[in-house]
């Protein structure tokens, strides 16, 4: 399994950017993936998941509204489709994926077992 992100930039506060992650080696309908990220100086957080086999979308509180993350598996891509952005929205984004995870462990960090490498978003105010 393989997953690489990308779409990261500096933007202005109210702007939009869309990230994504394309993946090889598994199939929307029984990984999930997510998006953490990590800003300097602090721990690595969760964004959002989507797990289709599920059939559950999940977002962390402070980008509900904001953010939608989106599948392709023809595409073998996952989008993470942020509006709105805010200053406090800058970090590096990871995206992570993982098989046979539970809905309450979506959000866990340890459960996600493939990482890509990081894009770097910078909103400035």
């Known amino acids: 399994v393989q997953l690489q992100a990308s779409g990261g930039g500096l933007v202005q506060a109210g702007d939009s950017l869309r990230l994504s992650c394309v993946f090889s080696?598994?199939?929307?309908?029984?990984?999930?993936v997510a998006w953490f990220r990590q800003a300097p100086g602090k721990e690595r957080e969760f964004v959002g998941a989507?797990?289709?086999?599920?059939?559950?979308?999940k977002y962390t509180d402070a980008v509900k509204g904001r953010f939608t993350i989106s599948g392709d598996n023809a595409r073998n891509t996952v989008f993470l489709q942020m509006v709105s952005l805010k200053p406090e929205d800058s970090a590096v984004y990871y995206c992570?994926?993982?098989?046979?995870?539970?809905?309450?462990?979506?959000?866990?960090?340890?459960?996600?077992?493939?990482w890509g490498q990081g894009t770097q978003v910078t909103v400035s105010s």
């Open positions: 989507i797990h289709r086999s599920r059939g559950s979308v």
């Open positions: 992570a994926a993982g098989n046979r995870i539970i809905l309450s462990r979506m959000s866990v960090e340890a459960a996600y077992d493939y």
């Open positions: 080696g598994l199939t929307l309908s029984t990984y999930a």
